[in-house]
């Protein structure tokens, strides 16, 4: 029975995933962010009816200070909303938002499970739960295997999401529902601080030194990550601007499957920017 649930959990882990990318996809990086950034609020909400936790106004007045100030963050005031355009981007937001709660209550119900064997079973489900996504979004002729590249998938595998979900998972029993929902927003806090960029290596990249351990195209990847911050997300300014960098090459114009290589990664890299720049 604990392991069915683990499984469903796991589920709604890969699906919410899978929503936010979405989401980024279809409204602005600050609109996804803030709704996904919801998902606290409706475990904290829901806390009282599925545990019999009480909602005190100490508790009320936390959850409103954190979205008053995800709003803030977000940069929601800047870009603002575009309007219906961009409802589906919102619903996708709100739906991975709702699924990810439903991560954290779940856990909350398979408390006894030991915290190793609930990051494996889950991590194992939201595996298979995304799989079809990325064998429907991804272009994988792209993929270079580089020893270097290949050590850090494998650590951050292991410590960023091994460790650190197992470390996630093994407190939410210890911890009632609100308190976890809480420091959940310490994570965009965090990234905050560690989103500094790094002003050599993009004077590097852009005269076209191509960073130790890397491929030509990652490096290009690189690039088109940093201009899709700066450009705000604008393809063809990221494209006008590529062209006049060190890293441009024929292979640039060449076409891969129904796209040229320069589109797919500059398509690529503003899906995978989660912040722009915002003047």
């Not at 589906?88 to 709702?98: H, N, R, T």
């Not at 929902?181 to 004077?203: G, H, M, R």
């Amino acid at each position: 029975k604990k392991a069915a649930v683990l499984f469903v959990s796991g589920a709604a882990m890969g699906l919410n995933w899978v929503l936010l990318f979405e989401a980024y996809n279809h409204t602005t990086v600050a609109t996804a962010t803030l709704c996904y950034y919801m998902a606290p609020v409706f475990v904290i909400l829901a806390s009282p009816f599925i545990f019999g936790e009480k909602l005190g106004l100490k508790k009320v007045f936390c959850v409103l200070c954190a979205v008053l100030g995800m709003f803030f963050v977000s940069g929601i005031f800047e870009s603002g909303f575009g309007g219906a355009a961009e409802l589906k981007g919102v619903l996708f937001g709100i739906s991975a938002a709702v699924l990810y709660a439903t991560v954290v209550i779940l856990n909350k119900k398979t408390a006894e499970v030991p915290s190793f064997e609930k990051t494996l079973v889950q991590l194992g489900s939201a595996a298979i739960t995304i799989l079809p996504y990325i064998l429907l979004t991804e272009d994988f002729s792209e993929i270079e295997a580089k020893p270097l590249s290949l050590v850090l998938l494998i650590t951050a595998g292991i410590v960023h999401t091994g460790i650190a979900y197992a470390l996630y998972f093994g407190s939410i029993g210890k911890l009632p529902a609100q308190t976890t929902a809480i420091f959940s927003y310490i994570d965009p806090v965090s990234a905050i601080f560690l989103s500094a960029k790094n002003a050599e290596n993009t004077k590097a990249l852009w005269e076209g030194q191509i960073p130790e351990g890397k491929s030509h195209s990652e490096a290009d990847m690189s690039l088109c990550m940093i201009l899709a911050f700066w450009c705000g997300g604008d393809a063809e300014q990221m494209d006008r601007l590529f062209r006049k960098s060190g890293l441009m090459r024929d292979k640039w114009d060449e076409r891969h499957g129904a796209d040229t290589y320069g589109n797919l990664t500059i398509n690529n890299a503003i899906r995978q920017c989660r912040e722009f720049y915002k003047p």
